[in-house]
């Protein structure tokens, strides 16, 4: 079945240091992808989408790029702020809003000062 | 912006006991959906909900479990007779359809 692997944290950095949360999926049609944020002690919130190969999603400096030849959706900003330590979530679904989720495990980020 | 409201934030219960975990989705939402996360682990589907009934469950759901919009507010989870293994993290979801679901900021349920 659909599965998203994404990489294993936490990741620590320093302030206005480069992310990159890799993550990578299996499907056996053209999910629709997404990355979702949770903050401490709040629920899971919509960071960006893609909904086609080669589309970028992108928010709040966070962008990640559709990649159907590598099957990816690799999560990346280039300057983190202390206030960007969460946890993220990469997920498909086969449509955008109608289908279930299928999350990876999630990857705590923790950015110091 | 709405939201999708949870409602207890935590619920601690006996184990053997009936739960009822509480959401109000986005009110112009048609679909619903309940996912949990244990702690440590990832975030699983549970259930989704459309047009007053279950469009597709995994296999998590089982017997225990049963969901439902009793009015045109709120959508419900039922564990009828709650596990240890039931202590979770529950969030319920909402989308319009070909937008993105939204979630509310879960349900701590612990088993005792």
């Known amino acids: 079945g659909d599965s998203v692997t994404q990489m294993e944290g936490p990741v620590t950095l320093s302030e206005e240091a480069f992310l990159t949360i890799n993550c990578t999926y299996t499907a056996t049609g053209y999910p629709s992808l997404f990355w979702y944020v949770q903050y401490p002690g709040e629920g899971l919130q919509l960071l960006l989408k893609a909904t086609k190969a080669d589309d970028k999603g992108s928010n709040k400096g966070f962008e990640a790029t559709y990649r159907k030849e590598t099957t990816s959706f690799h999560l990346e900003k280039g300057s983190v702020q202390v206030s960007d330590s969460a946890v993220y979530f990469c997920?498909?679904?086969?449509?955008?809003?109608?289908?279930?989720?299928?999350f990876g495990t999630g990857t705590r980020l923790q950015v110091f000062p | 912006e709405p939201e999708v409201t949870q409602t207890p934030s935590h619920q601690v219960t006996q184990m053997g006991q009936e739960v009822i975990l509480r959401c109000v989705p986005i009110s112009n939402h048609l679909y619903f959906y309940w996912y949990r996360q244990i702690l440590g682990q990832k975030v699983e589907f549970l259930v989704s909900?459309?047009?007053?009934?279950?469009?597709?469950k995994s296999e998590i759901f089982d017997d225990q479990f049963s969901v439902e919009r009793p009015d045109g507010s709120n959508f419900t989870l039922k564990i009828r007779s709650t596990k240890l293994e039931d202590s979770a993290m529950y969030f319920c979801a909402s989308s319009r359809g070909q937008q993105p679901q939204h979630f509310g900021d879960g349900t701590r349920l612990s088993i005792l």
């Open positions: 909900f459309y047009n007053n009934e279950i469009s597709e």
């Open positions: 997920a498909l679904s086969d449509t955008v809003g109608n289908d279930k989720l299928i």
